[in-house]
Nanobody
Framework: QLQLVESGGGLVQPGGSLRLSCAAS????????IGWFRQAPGKEREGVSC????????PYADSVKGRFTISRDNAKNTVYLQMNSLKPEDTAVYYC??????????????????WGQGTQVTVSS
């Protein structure tokens, strides 16, 4: 069974950090680009970042640029999203998704083939 599982979410104070993980089972991530998306209550899903299968392309949303870093460890079949300097507006459910090779534009999440169930991130004092 092909599956993506997110972990690492939780409650953190403003200015704090979290590292999200996206682990694949049933398939290897070597040939897949992995995107991170988030959705806050009452808001549309937003593309946060993506990493291509080679790791050579890592676009970020303007809202997270300079604060978030995406990386991948193919030996562990896992992609990470390091989130620093967190703000209350980063509060959302974060999802990872997989698509072959290249990152689609963030406006086309329907191009992804596999999705995880999401992990809640809450930034609050």
């Amino acid at each position: 069974q092909l599956q993506l599982v997110e972990s690492g979410g939780g409650l953190v104070q403003p200015g704090g950090s979290l590292r999200l993980s996206c682990a694949a089972s049933g398939f290897t991530l070597d040939y897949y680009a992995i995107g991170w998306f988030r959705q806050a209550p009452g808001k549309e899903r937003e593309g946060v970042s993506c990493i291509s299968s080679s790791g050579g392309s890592t676009p970020y949303a303007d809202s997270v640029k300079g604060r978030f870093t995406i990386s991948r460890d193919n030996a562990k079949n896992t992609v990470y999203l390091q989130m620093n300097s967190l703000k209350p507006e980063d509060t959302a459910v974060y999802y990872c998704a997989a698509v072959r090779y290249l990152c689609p534009p963030p406006s086309r999440p329907y191009e992804y083939d596999y999705w995880g169930q999401g992990t809640q991130v809450t930034v609050s004092s």
